[in-house]
């Protein structure tokens, strides 16, 4: 199966070139990389992903400015006709300023940037997402980010736990997110947001200090699922 997949390029995307490698390394496909001012996306795409970065500086709010592009209107269509969305970090907050996923992130509680690597709970393994991982797994994953603290309601963070849409979940304190939540997925579980960057953790000799393989299951969750659909 020729796995077509695309990424998404914002005005101050500083992670897609690294979204690019890992899905060529892990899928043996070159990605496709698509500009935030095309109004269409490539036909017949398989999975879309927004890397992290600082869309448009992160003025007005993180990710609000990158939810207004123009091809987000393709990528909100495309996720509602199914085509797998993930978005990271900067990609998580554009994704929910653009509606596709609940909450919102906020700046990590102590005002510090973060940029280390995590141990994450792995919260669900019956998305495509998650389907390489084995449930309650810990996995070691980077983060990079000043506004990573998600926050929700109360209702909204029951119905996530009652649906089982947190995907990750941080083992320690990082960021002050809500109930420690680093990942969710959308109602259908084909949209997936997480601060993480699993692009960072396909191989440990690309990252001999900060990497590991754990990410790279997430990809290849994802390419069986497509395969087995």
């Known amino acids: 199966m020729a796995f077509k997949a695309g990424v998404i390029t914002f005005p101050g ?55 207004k592009s123009p091809i987000m209107r393709a990528v909100v269509a495309a996720a509602e006709r199914g085509v797998p969305v993930l978005g990271v970090c900067n990609g998580f907050q554009v994704l929910t300023e653009s509606g596709l996923l609940p909450g919102a992130l906020m700046r990590n509680a102590g005002q510090t940037f973060v940029c280390r690597t995590v141990p994450l709970k792995v919260e669900n393994t019956s998305s495509l997402f998650t389907g390489a991982y084995a449930e309650g797994e810990t996995i070691r994953v980077p983060v990079a980010h000043h506004d990573g603290n998600y926050f929700a309601d109360e209702a909204t963070l029951d119905a996530l736990e009652a649906e089982g849409r947190v995907a990750f979940r941080y083992e320690e304190a990082v960021n002050g997110s809500r109930r420690n939540i680093a990942g969710i997925l959308s109602e259908n579980g084909r949209v997936l947001g997480m601060m993480p960057h699993p692009e960072r953790a396909i191989s440990p000799a690309a990252h001999p200090t900060m990497g590991g393989e754990d990410g790279k299951r997430l990809f290849e969750s994802v390419i069986a699922a497509l395969v087995d659909a």
Do not use: K, Q
């Not at 899905?23 to 990605?31: D, I, K, S, Y």
């Not at 095309?38 to 970065?53: M, T």
């Open 13 to 67: 995307s500083n992670c897609d070139r690294d979204m690019a490698v890992a899905l060529e390394e892990v899928t043996g496909e070159p990605a496709l990389r698509i500009w935030h001012g095309d109004a269409d996306l490539p036909d017949r795409l398989d999975f879309i992903a927004l890397p992290g970065g600082f869309s448009y500086g992160d003025y007005l709010r993180s990710g609000a400015m990158a939810a």
